[in-house]
Every structure is written in C-alpha cells, then in structure tokens.
T-cell receptor, first 112, second 115 residues
C-alpha cells in the first residue's frame, strides 16, 4: 500500500518570502498526485493535480505553482508568500486502486 | 460541476450510541464513486468508506456503514457503537469516472463523541 510523506510538517514564513513544500510517495507507481489547501475548520480546496511527470493542472488561479520532477514527487512553490497563503496543505495520491485518493499528514503553513 | 452538500455542521453523540451523517450530491453522471473521509484533530485525512455507484449493496467497514440512495442522490454515513476516537470532522466526497480522479468535497460535519 502507498505511503505519503510531506515535508516540512510545520512552517512559519514572513510575507514575501519563497515557499517550497514537498510531497513524496512510496509503495505505488504512476500515481495521480494532488495538492489541497484547507483553512481552519473548513473544507478542502483542490489547488493542483498531476496525472504524470511534468503534467500539472491548476484548479484555482493564485500565487502558487506546482511541479512534478519525478514520478512520485510533487512540489508546491511560491516566489512571494501572501498572508492569504496561510493554511493547512495536504498532498494526496491515487493508489493501486487508482479511483481512490489517499492523503499525507499535511503541512501547517503560517505566513506572518 | 458536482456539488456535495453536508447539511449538519456539527453533531454530538453519546459513547456507544449511533449517529448518522447526511450527504447529498448533485450530478448528471451515471457512473461515479462516493467516499467518506475522517479528519481527526491531527488533521490527517483518513478514508472511512467507499461506494461505487453501480453497486446497489451498501458498503460497510466494521462500525461504519452507508445508506446509498442513487435516485435521491443521497449518501449517509452511520457510525454504530460510537467511540471517543470517532471524534473528528467527517467529509463526504464525490468522484466521477475520469482519468484525473478529482474529488469534490462537502463542507464537513464535526462529530463529537461524549463519554
């Protein structure tokens, strides 16, 4: 079964600083990968998804970008963080049963 | 676009009792999947149960079961013999058949199990 790692677990960054969040997957190959953001006590907003290396689809125009340099690596980036980028970021992947998403432990980002 | 509605923002249940969470969705698709995810205070999303729309039999996972009513576009979750560890936010989600396997989530229901 798949295991999803997210790094870092917690991050506090000043406004205007860059961002790089990493998601890596073990135990499956050729997964679909997803980045979600969740505000406190709210639902999940899909930010980006990828169906293959180098293939990125954006769901919401914003200050963030995503890349997939390897089959099981998904990176969320920003050149200059905004206060509104604060939130809980979850990475997800499809597993061997490709029609189900499994989630990583998440990264809590606070922009001050 | 698919819309998923969870009409109960919060629910409270006594330990060992049963609680039912409602979920309705709006779609023109005939083939799709439905899910319930649990998000405890740790905030990791955990898959609770999965239902394929073409299957008439309701899915069951231990103390968790669903009542899937396709015509009514309803997908409720029943938690039996509630335990303190069931305290969490529960999300209903919809996925249509496609190669992107994107999920549409409801707003969530916070369940508190009282000792």
């Amino acid at each position: 079964s798949q295991t999803i790692h997210q790094w870092p677990a917690t991050l506090v960054q000043p406004v205007g600083s860059p961002l790089s969040l990493e998601c890596t997957v073990e135990g499956t190959s050729n997964p679909n990968l997803y980045w979600y953001r969740q505000a406190a006590g709210r639902g999940l907003q899909l930010l980006f998804y990828s169906v293959g290396i180098g293939q990125i689809s954006s769901e919401v125009p914003q200050n963030l970008s995503a890349s997939r340099p390897q089959d099981r690596q998904f990176i969320l980036s920003s050149k200059k963080l905004l206060l509104s980028d604060s939130g809980f970021y979850l990475c997800a992947c499809t597993g061997d049963t490709t029609d189900t998403q499994y989630f990583g432990p998440g990264t809590r980002l606070t922009v001050l | 676009a698919q819309t998923v509605t969870q009409s109960q923002p919060e629910m409270s249940v006594q330990e060992a009792e049963t609680v039912t969470l409602s979920c309705t969705y709006d779609t023109s698709e005939n083939n799709y999947y439905l899910f319930w995810y649990k998000q405890p205070p740790s905030r990791q999303m955990i898959l609770v149960i999965r239902q394929e729309a073409y299957k008439q039999q309701n899915a069951t996972e231990n103390r968790f079961s669903v009542n899937f009513q396709k015509a009514a576009k309803s997908f409720s979750l029943k938690i039996s013999d509630s335990q303190l560890g069931d305290t969490a936010m529960y999300f209903c989600a919809f996925m249509k058949y496609s190669n992107d396997y994107k999920l549409s989530f409801g707003a969530g229901t916070t369940v508190t199990v009282r000792a």
